[in-house]
């Protein structure tokens, strides 16, 4: 029996190690095919294509639980927007401008931006560590988005891609308060299905829009791995993985693994893109990874929902 247990965390562990690695993929992809697929684009159907394989399987659920949805839409559009919708579409707008390593540094943050936006909007109670933790990662944030130069900060010159990826990870802390405020009583994949189908529909008008002021892009056959990867690998994948971990080790446990997203992103990075890394990288870096083990540590159950990324 114990040894089964004992297999079973170890399986969480590595489904959470897997998670890390393909998050840090999705930044990788999204900087790699810069040029070739717009990032409004890449959203739209990398989702689509996502929907397409959780039909079959979700729909049912979905189609017995049909009440709550035509009770509950406005929530389930709220969430979706904020998740599939727009924290996706600006991860890959930020990649325009910015590098890999940049965005899974700055996503890092998540639990941090949750952390705050729970104190700001729910008056969740902040420890003094917490505090600390918050302050720490956000020093680390301003370090990073400033290149380590701090006359970047006096003259607000700032890359545009890591202000907007602020701007995505200040979504998934928003959409995180938002799922605890709303929360929805669905099933696990019931809910999943219908996060994926409304963000679609909200990406839509966006993706419709860009269509007609940029036109479209040319898909050959090489950029149909990419696709498949960002559809299934830090969709589907990751989602069912990171579930599993918080389920089975706990939230906090689970949070760990969110330092190897940026580890896994300056391997990947080094060795597609050719990035590397910098001083400003390591000192802001280490500055997060300390206000994330302040601001984690005995976290509450509900301060790391599952990830759209």
């Given at each position: 029996?114990?040894a089964?247990?004992?297999?079973?965390?170890?399986?969480a562990?590595?489904g959470?190690?897997?998670?890390?690695?393909?998050?840090a993929?999705?930044?990788?992809?999204?900087?790699?095919?810069?040029?070739?697929?717009?990032?409004l684009?890449?959203?739209?159907?990398?989702?689509t294509?996502?929907?397409?394989?959780?039909?079959?399987?979700?729909?049912?659920?979905?189609?017995?639980?049909?009440?709550?949805?035509?009770?509950?839409?406005?929530?389930?559009?709220?969430?979706?927007?904020?998740?599939?919708?727009?924290?996706?579409?600006?991860?890959y707008l930020?990649?325009?401008?910015?590098?890999?390593?940049?965005?899974?540094?700055?996503?890092?943050?998540?639990p941090?931006?949750?952390?705050?936006?729970?104190?700001?909007?729910?008056?969740d109670?902040?420890?003094?560590?917490?505090?600390?933790?918050?302050?720490?990662?956000?020093?680390?944030?301003?370090?990073?988005?400033?290149?380590?130069?701090?006359?970047?900060?006096?003259?607000?010159?700032f890359?545009?891609?890591?202000?907007?990826?602020?701007?995505?990870?200040?979504?998934?802390?928003?959409?995180?308060v938002?799922?605890?405020?709303?929360?929805?009583?669905?099933?696990?994949?019931?809910?999943?299905?219908?996060?994926?189908?409304?963000?679609?529909?909200?990406?839509?008008?966006?993706?419709?829009?860009?269509?007609?002021?940029?036109?479209?892009?040319?898909?050959?056959?090489?950029?149909?791995p990419?696709?498949?990867?960002?559809?299934?690998?830090?969709?589907?994948?990751?989602?069912?993985?990171?579930?599993?971990?918080?389920?089975?080790?706990?939230?906090s446990r689970?949070?760990?693994?969110?330092?190897?997203?940026?580890?896994?992103?300056?391997?990947?990075?080094g060795?597609?893109?050719?990035?590397?890394?910098?001083?400003?990288?390591?000192?802001?870096?280490i500055?997060?990874?300390?206000g994330?083990?302040?601001?984690?540590?005995?976290?509450?159950?509900?301060?790391?929902?599952?990830?759209?990324?």
């Amino acid at each position: 029996m114990q040894a089964t247990k004992s297999s079973s965390v170890w399986l969480a562990y590595g489904g959470l190690t897997l998670t890390a690695l393909f998050w840090a993929g999705n930044a990788v992809i999204a900087r790699g095919v810069v040029g070739e697929i717009p990032p409004l684009a890449l959203s739209f159907w990398r989702w689509t294509l996502a929907l397409c394989i959780l039909l079959p399987f979700g729909l049912p659920r979905v189609w017995r639980q049909r009440d709550i949805v035509k009770q509950r839409w406005p929530s389930l559009l709220a969430l979706a927007a904020f998740s599939v919708g727009a924290f996706n579409t600006l991860l890959y707008l930020s990649a325009q401008t910015t590098t890999a390593l940049n965005i899974t540094l700055l996503n890092s943050t998540i639990p941090v931006m949750v952390a705050l936006l729970a104190w700001i909007i729910l008056g969740d109670r902040i420890r003094l560590a917490q505090a600390q933790g918050i302050g720490l990662a956000l020093v680390g944030m301003l370090i990073i988005i400033s290149r380590g130069n701090w006359h970047n900060l006096a003259n607000l010159a700032f890359q545009p891609g890591d202000l907007i990826m602020v701007c995505a990870v200040f979504c998934w802390g928003f959409f995180s308060v938002l799922l605890r405020r709303q929360a929805v009583p669905m099933d696990p994949l019931a809910f999943l299905t219908c996060q994926v189908a409304f963000g679609v529909l909200v990406i839509l008008p966006f993706y419709l829009g860009d269509l007609l002021l940029h036109g479209g892009f040319h898909l050959r056959p090489g950029l149909v791995p990419p696709f498949l990867y960002v559809a299934i690998f830090p969709g589907l994948l990751a989602y069912a993985f990171w579930n599993h971990g918080v389920h089975r080790v706990g939230p906090s446990r689970a949070a760990m693994f969110m330092y190897l997203n940026p580890v896994f992103a300056a391997v990947l990075a080094g060795l597609f893109l050719g990035e590397h890394l910098s001083l400003f990288h390591l000192f802001g870096g280490i500055l997060i990874l300390l206000g994330l083990i302040l601001t984690t540590r005995q976290a509450g159950p509900s301060s790391l929902p599952a990830s759209s990324e």
